[in-house]
């Protein structure tokens, strides 16, 4: 399994930036994908996730109304769309994917690096 994030660079506050992460080796049927982030100095933690089959998607409650999770089935890319973008979302981003049926994502992506300037 291969997980390619992608997107992360410098950006004003109150931009937007969109992360990618291309997915490959297996099937993501049965898979949530989602995205972490990791500040300096800081544990890393949950931002958002999507349910492959079915799309129902999940957000912490520190992006919800600014970040959009979303998925291509075709080029089995997900999508981390964030605007009104703020210097305490600057981070490490990293992409993730676990089986419905497991507690912990097993597999992760590269980080890219996303800087949020005042």
């Known amino acids: 399994v291969q997980l390619q994030a992608s997107g992360g660079g410098l950006v004003q506050a109150g931009g937007s930036l969109r992360l990618s992460c291309a997915a490959s080796?297996?099937?993501?049927?049965?898979?949530?994908l989602g995205w972490f982030r990791q500040a300096p100095g800081k544990e890393r933690e949950f931002v958002a996730a999507?349910?492959?089959?079915?799309?129902?998607?999940y957000y912490a409650d520190s992006v919800k109304g600014r970040f959009t999770i979303s998925r291509d089935n075709a080029k089995t890319t997900v999508y981390l769309q964030m605007n009104s973008l703020k210097p305490e979302d600057t981070a490490v981003y990293y992409c993730?994917?676990?089986?419905?049926?497991?507690?912990?994502?097993?597999?992760w992506g590269q980080g890219t690096l996303v800087t949020v300037s005042s």
């Open positions: 993730a994917a676990r089986h419905s049926y497991a507690q912990e994502y097993a597999y």
């Open positions: 080796g297996r099937s993501f049927s049965n898979h949530f």
């Open positions: 999507i349910r492959w089959s079915g799309g129902i998607t």
